[in-house]
C-alpha cells in the first residue's frame, strides 16, 4: 500500500476539466429546460388565439436557443470555478499539507520487466583479423 500526497493542482488543467464536465451536465439540463420550453409553448398556443402559430415558432426558437446557450454557460461557470478552486487548493494545500490518498496495487500477479542486459561489445581486433569499414 502506497500512501501518497497531492501538493498542487495544474490550476489551467483543472479549470479545462470543470469546464467540460459541467458542459457535459449543461447538454442534460440544456436538453430538458429546451424541450420543457417547446411544449409549454406549444400548449399555450394551442389554446386559441391570435398569434398562436406565432407564439409556438418563439418557444421552439426559444427552446433550442436554451439547448445552446445552457450547456455554453455552465462550461463557462465550470471553468471559472476550476480556476478558484484550483488556486484556492494550492493555497490550502501549501498551509495544511495536501490530501492523501491510501493506494493499494489492483494486480499483484503483474510483475514488471527485467532490466534491459548490458549492450553487447565486439572484443578488440587481433593484428591478424581485417578490420570492417
Do not use: C, H
Not at 490550476?11 to 447538454?27: C, P, Q
Not at 488556486?87 to 503483474?110: C, K, M, Q, R
Amino acid at each position: 500500500m502506497a500512501n501518497m500526497t497531492i501538493k498542487r493542482v495544474g490550476v489551467l488543467s483543472l479549470a479545462k476539466i470543470m469546464g467540460i464536465i459541467m458542459a457535459g451536465i449543461g447538454v442534460i439540463i440544456g436538453i430538458f429546460y429546451g424541450l420543457f420550453i417547446m411544449i409549454f409553448a406549444s400548449a399555450m398556443s394551442g389554446m386559441g388565439g391570435r398569434g398562436s402559430a406565432a407564439g409556438a415558432g418563439v418557444g421552439i426558437i426559444g427552446g433550442l436557443v436554451a439547448m445552446i446557450m445552457i450547456p455554453i454557460f455552465y462550461g463557462i461557470i465550470g471553468f471559472i470555478v476550476g480556476l478558484l478552486y484550483g488556486l484556492i487548493y494550492n493555497v490550502a494545500s501549501g498551509v495544511v499539507g495536501g490530501i492523501e490518498f491510501d493506494l493499494e496495487e489492483t494486480n499483484p500477479s503483474f510483475t514488471s520487466p527485467p532490466p534491459p542486459s548490458q549492450p553487447w561489445t565486439q572484443p578488440p581486433y587481433s593484428s591478424g583479423q581485417q578490420q570492417p569499414y
